[in-house]
């Protein structure tokens, strides 16, 4: 039984990448600020900090101990926004942290397993933002970051039969897009017809993503980058 662990786990499209591995009868590790409020026998929840580098190394050594991890899917994030005149440097070191220095130190920590093994899993959730976003210096700075180590990781990993991935996702509705426009609000509206499908994506819309990527049968595609934006990737669109 493949075990996936998934940082942000508890809610938004961690939560729904984990509801559909655990759909198909595999095993989740969820590791975030709060356990999953879900019960399932093949769900087990971890919390820490990963801005903190102590917390995320402590965790990372007690996950690695519970369990073989299979695979790993770095989805906690932040966003921290603000306009270049208002931008705070330690914004930019905190969400390195986050985005970047945790995935790293626990893909090291369940590495050894995945190589003994033969297989593996990395998978990335950053943004479309990271082409480029007002008020997201420290966001899309980091987050197009994590494109650069995941195609490194891609071609150190690929001999070992563990592949790196990144899915980009437009605008979701999530806890963390409703933190920055209000709820069924008028820029909400905005915001969805501004997207070339004419609407905002869904945690699903993801975590569908997410499976293809995490399918044992996915052993031919590393290093990719997947926008799952409904078009924003593409730049303005005609009304």
């Known amino acids: 039984m493949k075990t996936t662990l998934i940082t942000g786990g508890n809610s ?24 999953p409020a879900a019960e ?18 402590q965790v990372a050594a007690q996950i690695a101990a519970d369990h073989s991890i299979d695979a790993v899917v770095h989805n906690a994030g932040a966003i921290l926004p ?6 705070d440097p330690n914004d930019l070191l905190k969400l390195a942290q986050l985005h970047l220095a945790a995935p790293m130190a626990l893909t090291q ?9 033969g297989f593996g899993r990395i998978l990335f959730i950053t943004s479309r933002a990271s082409m480029g976003m007002p008020t997201r210096s420290a966001y899309s ?4 970051g994590v494109h650069g180590m995941m195609r490194t ?9 563990i592949t790196a ?44 993503a997410a499976g293809f990527f995490l399918d044992v049968n996915a052993s031919f595609i590393t290093g990719q980058v997947l926008y799952v934006c409904g078009g924003t990737s593409l730049g303005s669109q005609p009304s």
């Open 153 to 161: 990781w891609a071609l150190e990993l690929a001999p070992k039969g």
């Open 82 to 87: 603000d306009l270049l005149p208002d931008a």
């Open 165 to 208: 991935n990144v899915i980009a996702p437009g605008p979701v509705l999530t806890e963390n897009f409703w933190g920055i426009v209000p709820k069924d609000g008028k820029l909400q509206e905005k915001i969805a017809n501004g997207v070339p499908v004419r609407r905002i994506g869904t945690p699903k819309d993801i975590a569908n």
């Open 109 to 117: 920590a369940f590495l050894p397993g995945m190589t003994e093994r």
């Open 141 to 144: 700075a980091t987050k197009a």
């Open 40 to 57: 399932n026998d093949n769900l087990f929840g971890y919390t820490a900090d990963l801005t903190d580098p102590a917390a995320t190394a």
């Open 12 to 35: 938004g499209i961690g939560a729904a990448i984990g509801d559909l591995l655990l759909a198909r009868g595999e095993k989740i590790v969820s590791l975030g600020l709060e356990k």
